[in-house]
T-cell receptor
């Protein structure tokens, strides 16, 4: 069974630029999550989708972050404009029941 | 909302000894508690989980215990090996919600 796929693995951008991350969940998983993991901390939920609908986006900084999951499969997370404090690993996860499985993440560095 | 505290933040044990990591949660409605292992440059990997209807679960060298009354749960690793070195995260969620709240992580180092 293929795992959660994310791209790119690494991204370096200047502050105020925009960036997008892509996630392909495990086939058949209805729930998709985007987490932000700052160095030395645990993952923090940004947004949770159930199929193509948003379940929870209470922690998403909506003035600069956006996410979509068209057709209930792949998802993209966008940051525009980026700030220095957005430097982190962005993790995508998917689940079909309780257990969530993570991708390898995208390491974003904002300079 | 849910708050999960995890201790210790770092732990070093001799190879072959046991390691214990402890977590507490605040929301008594939480009823699902997974543990994740994260190696450098990789995403968190689910290693074991427990639901609130059981007090203990084992999988080879790994076990998790849950005390619902005290809102504590712990990860126990026996006969530790160098490949057990990683950062371990506990998490909690409510069945049907599936939103995981993570602890702050424990960096486990196995000393050969």
């Amino acid at each position: 069974e293929a795992g959660v796929a994310q791209s790119p693995r690494y991204k370096i951008i200047e502050k105020r630029q925009s960036v997008a991350f892509w996630c392909n969940p495990i086939s058949g998983h209805a729930t998709l999550y985007w987490y932000q993991q700052i160095l030395g901390q645990g993952p923090k939920l940004l947004i949770q989708f159930q199929n193509n609908g948003v379940v929870d986006d209470s922690q998403l900084p909506k003035d600069r972050f956006s996410a979509e999951r068209l057709k209930g499969v792949d998802s993209t997370l966008k940051i525009q404009p980026a700030k220095l404090e957005d430097s982190a690993v962005y993790l995508c996860a998917s689940s079909s029941a309780l257990a969530a499985f993570f991708g390898q993440g995208t390491r974003l560095t904002v300079v | 909302g849910e708050n999960v505290e995890q201790h210790p933040s770092t732990l070093s044990v001799q190879e072959g000894d046991s390691a214990v990591i402890k977590c507490t949660y605040s929301d008594s409605a939480s009823n699902y508690f997974p543990w994740y292992k994260q190696e450098l440059g990789k995403g968190p990997q689910l290693i074991i989980d427990i639901r609130s209807n059981v007090g203990e679960k084992k999988d080879q060298r790994i076990a998790v215990t849950l005390n619902k009354t005290a809102k504590h749960f712990s990860l126990h690793i026996t006969e530790t090996q160098p490949e057990d070195s990683a950062v371990y995260f506990c998490a909690a969620s409510i069945f049907g919600n599936e939103k995981l709240t993570f602890g702050t992580g424990t960096r486990l180092t196995i000393i050969p």
